[in-house]
């Protein structure tokens, strides 16, 4: 193969659909497809949101669809998957990146047992509608996909999990915790099942990224404890997702990619 980066990072063509698409980690992958030529279909559940990103990518010069969707509505979900795939006559690639949080954890930002954050508070409508955002719609969205890139043998799918998907934490509230690292397993899971049929399924795994989620608390302690001393934007994970996208790629799956600025290595305060 060339290996020259246009041909390694070659996404031009492609069909690629994006969950959470509307603003944050996910446009931030929409963005890094649309630039390189692949066409993007951006499902949100927030309609004003798409609309200001549809423009956004117009105006840097893209073509991109957007569908408003609720990723915890499975049949509604499936079938945006179904008509971007109809329309275009491919589904190349597939970011199930839709999340939420989940209230606080059993220590607030200052250390302090957080009662709202005890196990035996949580609420159970909470835990459910994070397991419904962050893992059951990344099983719909995985299976709404899978039929579209087994019938032309190939596919990328990539899955934004979490740090907190692979140890625990005192700040994040446990509902997150968990269906992020549900997540993790879903995605070899998948990654084992389907390699055969061509398609890779991969994690981004971040650590802190600006974004509507992070909460200015949250903020001062990353800054404090991490040892690059800051938090990232989301155009820092735009290579890793052009990556994952494409033939530069082609034999990874099942993989997670940590990018969280060493977060995981421990403190450094
Ligand atoms: P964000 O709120 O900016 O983006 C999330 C997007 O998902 C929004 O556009 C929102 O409207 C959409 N969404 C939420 N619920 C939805 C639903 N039910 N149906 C359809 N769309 C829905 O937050 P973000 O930080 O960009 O989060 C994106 C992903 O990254 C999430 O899975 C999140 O858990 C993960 N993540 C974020 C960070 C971080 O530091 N920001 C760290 C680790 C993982």
Known sequence: MDMKPRTLF?????????????????????E????????????????????????????????????VVDVTDSPALESAIAGTAAESGRLDVVFANAGITAGPGFLNVDGERDPAGAIENVPAELWDRVVATNLT??????????????ARRCGRIIVTTSI??????????????????????????????LAAFGVCVNAIAPG????????????????????????????????????????ASAYVTGALFVIDGGSMLGRAD
Do not use: C
Request: no cysteine.
């Open 10 to 30: 070659n996404v031009e063509g492609l069909t690629a659909v994006v969950t959470g698409g509307a603003t944050g980690i996910g446009f931030a992958y929409a």
């Open 32 to 67: 890094a497809m649309a630039d390189n030529g692949a066409h993007v279909t951006l499902l949100d559940v927030d309609a004003d949101a798409l609309d200001r990103a549809v423009a956004a990518l117009a105006a840097r010069g893209a073509t991109a669809r957007a569908v």
């Open 137 to 150: 719609s990344v099983f719909a969205t995985i299976r709404s996909s899978v039929p579209h890139m087994k």
């Open 164 to 193: 907190a998907g692979l140890r625990p934490s005192a700040v994040v509230g446990i509902p997150y915790m968990i269906a992020k690292a549900a997540a993790s397993h879903l995605v070899r899971q998948a990654a084992l099942e």
């Open 208 to 247: 802190p990224f600006l974004t509507r989620i992070t909460t200015p608390g949250l903020r001062a302690i990353w800054e404090k404890a991490l040892p690059v001393r800051r938090v990232a934007t989301t155009d820092e994970l735009q290579g890793l997702a052009l990556f994952l996208a494409s033939p």
